[in-house]
């Protein structure tokens, strides 16, 4: 068994210890939000310090409503479009919303929460 030291280690552990005397990785830099407005989307910019506001997108959390000033667009593999809900019997279902030639379709398409 090793010996017990009756006295304490001093000094910054970061450098006494063996570890990194300059830490790197996340917290403490400065972020920057350009056109920090209540509702807007945040997008990422590119730059590792900033962040920004997209005035044409805005989220409203008392109405759980997203609008837009122009055209929105859902596009992915499928081009499907799922919004969850109640059928006509009461029963939670999301609902598949799409295109088919130039038919809008909208279908029960699970049970929700079955994704």
Do not use: C
């Not at 010996?3 to 300059?22: A, E, F, S």
């Not at 000033?69 to 499928?78: C, E, K």
């Amino acid at each position: 068994m090793g010996k017990t030291l009756d006295r304490r280690v001093l000094g910054p552990i970061n450098t006494q210890m063996g570890g990194d005397p300059v830490p790197t990785g996340g917290g403490g830099g400065a972020l920057e939000i350009e056109n920090n407005v209540d509702g807007y989307i945040l997008k990422a910019t590119g730059d590792t310090t900033k962040i920004k506001g997209i005035p044409q997108l805005q989220w409203n959390e008392t109405q759980l409503a997203l609008t837009g000033s122009g055209d929105i667009y859902v596009s992915g593999s499928d081009n499907y479009l799922y919004l969850h809900g109640t059928n006509s019997t009461g029963e939670s279902v999301r609902f598949r919303v799409g295109v088919s030639g130039s038919m809008l379709k909208v279908l029960e398409d699970s049970p929700e929460g079955s994704i």
